[in-house]
């Protein structure tokens, strides 16, 4: 299955931004739905936010609502996830997936299995 490479995450403090990449080897437009995990140390990983990238709807976890949005750039096969106020609470592995089903994109999301190819993480640390 095609991997996904994500970059962008790093260490700020509270309050600060970063953006995340998500790069697919071939067009995003090829599957229905990129969606952001992330997993917290000792915690279950848990959806953050998804993007039906044909009309670019979003669904977003309500712990992030109002701070992280994401977009996509299809000449790019890129989806991005912007964190604007950060919390140390947001720290974590963040992990990019991608599903073929319009369905992957509902909230809550589906089981991770669900989702067919996935990207190896970026660390996202914020400090208080």
């Known amino acids: 299955q095609a991997q996904l490479t994500e970059s962008g995450g790093g260490s700020v403090q509270a309050g600060g931004s970063l953006r995340l990449s998500c790069a697919a080897p071939?067009?995003?437009?090829?599957?229905?739905?990129m969606i952001w995990f992330r997993q917290a140390p000792g915690k279950e990983r848990e959806g953050v936010a998804a993007?039906?990238?044909?009309?670019?709807?979003?669904n977003f976890a309500d712990s992030v609502k109002g701070r992280f949005t994401i977009s996509q750039d299809n000449a790019k096969n890129t989806v991005y996830l912007q964190m604007n106020s950060l919390k140390p609470e947001d720290t974590g592995m963040y992990y990019c997936?991608?599903?073929?089903?319009?369905?992957?994109?509902?909230?809550?999301?589906?089981?991770?299995?669900?989702?067919?190819?996935w990207g190896q993480g970026t660390q996202v640390t914020v400090s208080s």
């Open positions: 997936a991608a599903g073929q089903s319009w369905a992957n994109c509902r909230w809550p999301p589906l089981t991770e299995r669900s989702y067919n190819a």
């Open positions: 071939e067009s995003t437009s090829s599957r229905r739905c």
């Open positions: 993007i039906y990238t044909a009309d670019g709807s979003a």
